[in-house]
């Protein structure tokens, strides 16, 4: 299999220019880049239809060493099937901002662009969300009835399937990020959405312990389960803080606040069991890229993702090519 490529994710750098965050990634040891979809990092409507803009992306890759593998284009996608409010307008153009038709319309627009986009770049998928009409719902009062979820679905397939389309005519595959206020926020959910597109094989997972753990979902078994379907991998982890004072949802305290039930650490000093996630990445044949997704509110971001790419490298390992027991054979 050999070692996996090591990544950052550029979502959380978006206020640095692409030159910029290339330059740093490199000096920090990464091997390449899953390229956010905003900021300056990458347009998805000059990526699908313009070449000079795709070889100076390129030029630029290659000047620091760098390659991608994945684009990400989480905030368009959650564009498309989410129910509006106020906060969709900081993902969307200035002209669609208070106009929820339009802001759906643009986020459709750019996911249309997105696997065009991801093949002129040479990636083989795009990560990102599908946005939930019934993330809202979750908790059942005023009672959320049977027929308000499946019509939630409903709708996800209704829009995305289109997509899905294009994105298949690429030969570019779907990554969703299983995370609430998406349609797919933890097991069960994920194993529905599967289960409505049929199992198609455009849609895949891109596999994100952090999201999981805190809801009690223990990510290895995830891996287990839908191993066919992990397309890419962030690298992020987590801490569950219970004080008897903090809940699990977060209170509405601003993450990094120390009150919180849970907050979002740098690898390697969370709850996040990264061994068993790699040994399962093993059995399940995942040969990908390992994309770091720094978070951290309580650490300096450059130390935290230099240190980052050196525990990615730390922990993982490749699996046995030897039965030990043949050793043992006279």
Known sequence: MGKRPVTLFTGQWADLTFEEICKKASSWGYDGLEIACWGDHMDLERAATDPAYVENRKNILEKYDLKCWALGAHLEGQCVGDLYDSRLDGFAPDSCKGYPEKIRAWGIKQMMFAPTAARNMGCYTVTGFTGSPVWKFWYSFPQTTEKMVEDG???????WTPI?????????????????????????TAKKL????????????????SHLIWQGVKPHLFIRDFGDRIYHVHMKDAAVTLDGRAGILGSMLTFGDTRRGWNFRSLGHGQVDFEEIIRELNNVGYSGPLSVEWEDSGMEREYGAREAAQFVRKVDFEPSNIAFDDALRS
């Open 164 to 188: 899905f389309d294009r994105f298949d005519s690429e030969g570019v595959t779907f990554s969703l990020e299983v995370h609430p206020t998406e349609i797919a926020f933890d097991y069960y």
């Open 194 to 209: 599967l289960e409505v597109f049929k199992y198609r094989k455009t849609l895949g997972f891109n596999f994100d312990p």
């Open 153 to 159: 679905y409903k709708e996800i397939f209704d829009l």
